[in-house]
């Protein structure tokens, strides 16, 4: 089963790049997306053989998230046991053997100002997980907006405590971490230097001066069924790329 996740910076900006023939062309069974910045009806895409979720922020060209999917999930549930609703960032889809949460985790934006927001989502999320990781194993994708260690980013010395690489959002992940799920990513290539997201400033793609902070986490039990795990640096049309697992 392959799963594909992608930040797309605005849904209806990159069905004009080419994303129809993309989603297309990878057949991925799970498909998330996040900051998709459009309300219901906004866009014309309904791709045969897909059920479709949507949930998106209250304020208009915000945030929001989406998940297409083959398989028909058991539920689906929008926020994180009734908060954080009003931003569009978080959709669970259970199924027969696993949870699904894709999430679009708040920016702590510059300066740090919105820190504190940031670290209660992070509080709530990392309770949310670990329940559901009490009943089934659990896949969590996303923007998860933090660079967990050094190699995650370009210039980590001249980042340091600026908002995605803060002592604060690190160790939240960390803290994650430690509940018993695994980094996909870092734990299959635990010395590649890959990025997933980069500055439109600068000419930081061209130059590959980026950042990983998109994400597959998988419950501690359900990494011996993760086949592989990707960055598809490749990919154009968002100032981020897709990231990937495949299940056995």
């Known amino acids: 089963m392959k799963l594909i996740s992608w930040n797309v ?25 996040q900051e998709t910045k459009m309300q219901p009806g906004q866009a014309d895409f309904a791709p045969e053989g897909y ?26 549930s929008y926020g994180l046991d009734g ?9 669970t889809l259970e199924f027969e053997d696993l949870y699904l949460v894709n999430a679009y985790v708040p920016n702590a934006q510059e300066g740090l100002k919105r820190l504190d927001y940031r670290l209660a989502f992070e509080a709530k999320m990392a309770e949310y997980l670990s329940a559901l990781d ?7 994708c996303g923007d998860l907006n933090v660079a967990h260690e050094e190699i995650d980013l370009k210039n980590p010395k001249t980042n340091r405590e600026n908002p995605g690489f ?16 695994k980094d996909t990513f870092r734990t299959l290539h ?24 998109d994400y597959f986490l998988c419950s501690a039990r359900l990494l011996e069924s993760i086949a592989s795990a990707e960055i598809h640096t490749d990919v154009m049309g968002s100032d981020h790329c897709p990231v990937s697992v495949t299940l056995k």
Not at 12 to 30: H, M, P, Q, S
């Open 9 to 33: 910076n605005g849904f209806r900006a990159v069905l004009g790049k080419g994303f129809a023939e993309y989603f297309e062309k990878e057949n991925a069974d799970i498909f998330c997306l």
């Open 51 to 76: 059920h479709a979720y949507w949930f998106s922020a209250e304020k208009k060209g915000y945030s929001g998230t989406a998940v297409f999917t083959k398989r028909a999930p058991l539920s689906v």
């Open 83 to 91: 908060e954080f609703t009003d931003e569009g960032r978080v959709i």
């Open 134 to 140: 009490r009943k089934k194993p659990v896949l969590y």
């Open 166 to 181: 803060s002592d604060a959002e690190r160790a939240a992940m960390t803290a994650l971490l430690s509940r018993g799920f």
């Open 190 to 213: 635990p010395e590649e230097v890959r990025y997933s997201w980069w500055s439109y400033r600068f000419s930081a793609r061209a130059k590959n001066v980026g950042w990983r902070i």
